[in-house]
């Protein structure tokens, strides 16, 4: 467990924060200037972040094998599937607990849709950028080593 939380230490943060800032009153959050579809942008960035950091956190060279799924054996494809599954899960699960447990905040399907948009950018531009492969990184530390 301990593992785990070192390895996804900044994701559990932005996620806290996304909790904090879903499920707080209006008077706790600062005023947001009156621009359309903002809270929508917010939204967007929000996810984008949380994604883009789980797909960070994932490609982090491990000598052992304690990422989402803690399994050696897990493929890319199902690695990117859980990826994008769990911030897509957690935006849903925000969006109901802020309808039925948290007023005057309510639930919004657009909001949710500005979430999976988010998500999916966010691992498309990690899952494309060489900034966060560490393949290398990793090849070059085993030819040190030895």
Not at 94 to 122: K, N
Request: glycine share 6%.
């Amino acid at each position: 467990m301990i593992r785990f939380v070192k390895k996804h230490f900044f994701s559990i943060a932005i996620a806290a924060v996304i909790f904090y800032l879903s499920t707080a009153t209006g008077k706790a959050l600062p005023q947001m200037p009156p621009m359309p579809y903002l809270d929508k942008v917010v939204h967007i960035i929000m996810y984008m972040v949380l994604a883009g950091t789980l797909v960070w956190e994932q490609r982090k060279p491990s000598n052992k094998s304690d990422g989402i799924l803690r399994l050696r054996s897990v493929t890319k494809p199902a690695m990117t599937a859980v990826t994008i599954a769990l911030p897509i899960l957690y935006g849903g699960l925000l969006e109901l607990l802020q309808e039925y447990f948290f007023p005057p905040r309510t639930g919004d399907w657009w909001d949710f849709l500005a979430d999976i948009a988010g998500v999916l950018w966010g691992v498309l531009i990690c899952l494309n950028c060489d900034l966060f492969d560490f393949s290398d990184y990793s090849e070059k530390n085993k030819k040190i080593k030895s």
